[in-house]
Structures are given as C-alpha cells and as structure tokens.
C-alpha cells in the first residue's frame, strides 16, 4: 500500500482539514493510521509521554531512531516525519543533512520536522536542498523553552507576531513543504495560513489552519501529569488501564486467575506413567 505523499498533503491546503498525530511505537502508530490519522510524527515529546523526562531536551538521535522504526513497523499509508531532537541540527548545516538523512535512511521517515524559524532558515534550506523534506515548527518551540521565558503563547505582542510572520517567510523561503504552528492566537495562525502557499499544522493555534496536530498520550488520555488548554481529550485510557491491571492484581492475589480455560491440558495417561 502507498504512503500518502508530500504533494498530497500539499494538495489539502484549504481544502480538506489534514489530520495529523503523534506516533512512538507499533500500537500508537497502527491505531492511528486505523483510524484516519494522515500524518505520523514520531515527536521528541517521547522525551516526556514515553521516556519520563521533565523536557524534551534529554532526548538522543538513537532513541528517536529506535522511535521511528516502530512507527513505521505499525502504519502502511501516513506520511511519517521524524522530529529532529535537540542538538541534532543547531550545530550546523552539515550535522543536520546527516541526522535528517538518518530519519529516511535508517528510520523509515519521508520527512523530519525541525523547530525554529529565521535563525534555522540556512539550516533548513540545506536539508531541503539534501532531497529530505522538512516540516517547519514555529511559535512556541519547547526546544527553546527556556530562551522563551516558559511554556507560553507566542505572537501576541505586535513585535512577537511580526517575528512570527518573519519565521513564517524565511521557512517558506528555505523550502518547507509545510509549517507547524504552536500556541499562536487563533487569528494570527489565520493570517499566516493566508499568507503562506503552503500547509499550516496547528496546535493550540485555533480552528483556522490547515490541519490539526496532537499528542497521541493527550488525546486518548494517557498522559493524567499535565494538560495543555488546547487539548481535547477522546477517552480516558489511564483510568481505564488501571482499572484493567487493578482486576488482575486482585485475580491473581485471590487465585482466581489463571482459571481452567486460561491453562492447558495433558492427558490422564501421561499423568499416570509420570507417577510410576
Ligand atoms: O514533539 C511533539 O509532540 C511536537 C508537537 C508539536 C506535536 O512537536
């Protein structure tokens, strides 16, 4: 079965809303890509939902590898982009066509996904210029948390949102095929998504982009430590896992569990030879 392509999604642009969603394994990726899911993005947000690290930054080029491949193990269809962690392409142009390369070369990606706007734009453009795609991440950059004052909404003073339109410009300039925004007023991602000829992926950035990313563990309700305002929230798979794993715990502490259709047989026969 083919992949979707990057000019497939290109194609959307203002026409049917792309859906797209983090993947790290087989099951997060199967499910999703199941049940209509387009785009696959293997998030250095594993660093936290699957890791357990207080921030993205700890996250290494081989664990995301190790990410990647599974996810492209579990889907057939979705376009998968590799996120490129910290690290891995601020140190120059010629570390990042490496490591982007190893996304597609090593990890099953058709693309990566780099944080970061005018200050990357070189860096971006070389990697696009190396034959990898790249999906551009701009707004709130968790990479950059720290240099940003927090985890906060980005673009709602007018210097901050002209940087944003600056970001915007020089990603297009450097030839991403689409752009990431996040936690961006709702009417600025607007703005941008007019003004740019390509798609817009949004999260926490309003109804009016392109296309709709989130986390995996945040929308099936696996993540209980923290959520984003922008979050909705499709089901409760902590209470319910736990609910499941608290069942067995008493099966088997009450000797319930394994019961006889849970074990298997041998013969009378044999039994008896076993005893002489
Ligand atoms: O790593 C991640 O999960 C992200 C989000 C913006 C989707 O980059």
Same mark, same amino acid.
């Given at each position: 079965m083919a992949r979707i392509t990057i000019p497939e999604i290109q194609a959307r642009k203002g026409q049917e809303p792309i859906v797209a969603l983090t993947a790290y394994d087989v099951v997060s990726a199967k499910l999703a890509e199941e049940a209509g899911v387009e785009l696959l993005l293997v998030g250095d947000s594993a660093a936290m *939902? *699957? /890791? $357990? @690290?207080? #921030? =993205? /930054? %700890?996250?290494t080029m081989e664990e995301m590898l190790v990410f990647a491949r599974a996810v492209a193990r579990g889907s057939e269809k979705a376009l998968i982009v590799g996120d490129m962690p910290f690290l891995s392409y601020q140190t120059g142009p010629g570390e990042a066509i490496f490591n982007a390369g190893r996304f597609l070369k090593? $990890? $099953?990606?058709q693309a990566v996904k780099i944080e970061g706007g005018e200050e990357v734009a070189q860096i971006v453009e070389a990697v696009v210029k190396a034959g990898i795609p790249v999906l551009g991440h701009i707004g709130l950059t968790p990479q950059r948390a720290s240099a940003l004052g927090g985890y906060k909404v980005q673009g709602r003073d007018l210097e901050s949102a002209r940087k944003l339109w600056r970001d915007a410009e020089a990603l297009v300039e450097a030839g991403v095929f689409a752009l990431l925004l996040e936690c961006v007023p709702a009417e600025l991602a607007q703005k941008i998504t007019q003004k740019v000829p390509i798609p817009t992926l949004g999260i926490g950035a309003g %109804? @009016? =982009? #392109?296309g709709q990313i989130l986390v995996f563990h945040d929308v099936v309700g696996l993540w209980p430590r923290f959520r984003p305002k922008f979050v909705r929230t499709y089901a409760q798979l902590a209470s319910e896992i736990r609910r499941a794993v608290e069942a067995y715990v008493r099966d088997v502490k009450e000797r319930d569990f394994p019961g006889p259709e849970e074990s298997f047989k041998i013969s009378p026969e044999v039994l008896k030879d076993l005893d002489r």
């Open positions: *939902v *699957v /890791l $357990g @690290h207080e #921030d =993205t /930054l %700890p996250i090593e $990890g $099953g990606c %109804p @009016h =982009t #392109d």
